[in-house]
């Protein structure tokens, strides 16, 4: 009798639980890739006519007024960016979707000041093509309408690049070298004995 009491309390945990990420309200969607070979789909290979707009570490810019469209960019800092902060006031971060190709994720959390944060972060190295924003290289911010919903016309965002390495690769620099430096004590201690 309480096993079948346990077994429904569960099941009805779990549906309720599955209601909670039902989600019908379709939300804009905020997408950034590169031009000009940069993993970009088809239709949005180069700049337009008018060319991209240089930006450097720390820019701004405005939805268009009819709250969706894609402004294009070209990272003219001389650095390669390893992160993207975008912050934005007048959308809520639950309502936001994200997609991108050139970073290694893209978070969106709500600031305590209740701003938007949409973050970009992560690279590979070589030839991946998720190696950020390299300097000089062109990129695009689409912002996108999904089922009629867009985004509000003028909003402002403010971006913030990042070009230093992430923390957590200049922890694993370090334990690798500290890891080099003892077996190669080791190694020399094995050859005096």
């Given at each position: 009798m309480k096993i079948?009491?346990?077994?429904?309390?569960?099941?009805?945990?779990?549906?309720?639980?599955a209601l909670a990420f039902a989600d019908g309200v379709k939300d804009p969607k905020i997408i950034i890739?590169?031009?000009?070979?940069?993993?970009?789909?088809?239709?949005?290979?180069?700049?337009?006519?008018?060319?991209?707009?240089?930006?450097?570490?720390n820019f701004t810019f405005s939805t268009p007024e009819n709250g969706h469209g894609t402004l294009f960019f070209t990272n003219a800092s001389g650095k390669n960016w390893t992160s993207l902060k975008l912050i934005e006031k007048g959308v809520p971060a639950a309502?936001?979707?994200?997609?991108?190709?050139?970073?290694?994720?893209?978070?969106?959390?709500?600031?305590?000041?209740g701003a938007v944060e949409i973050l970009l972060s992560g690279v590979k190295g070589g030839q991946n093509p998720r190696n950020g924003i390299p300097a000089?290289?062109?990129f695009a911010i689409n912002l996108a309408c999904v089922d009629g919903n867009c985004w509000p016309g003028g909003l402002n965002?403010?971006?913030?690049?990042?070009?230093?390495?992430?923390?957590?690769?200049?922890?694993?620099?370090?334990t690798g070298l500290g890891a080099i430096v003892s077996r190669r004590k080791r190694w020399k201690d094995s050859l005096k004995a």
């Open positions: 079948s009491r346990v077994c429904w309390l569960v099941l009805l945990a779990l549906l309720c639980t890739h590169g031009v000009q070979g940069g993993g970009a789909p088809n239709g949005f290979s180069r700049c337009p006519p008018q060319g991209c707009t240089n930006v450097g570490m309502a936001i979707s994200c997609a991108q190709s050139l970073f290694l994720s893209c978070t969106i959390r709500t600031l305590e000041n000089g290289t062109s965002f403010s971006g913030h690049a990042g070009a230093a390495p992430e923390p957590g690769t200049i922890a694993l620099v370090v």
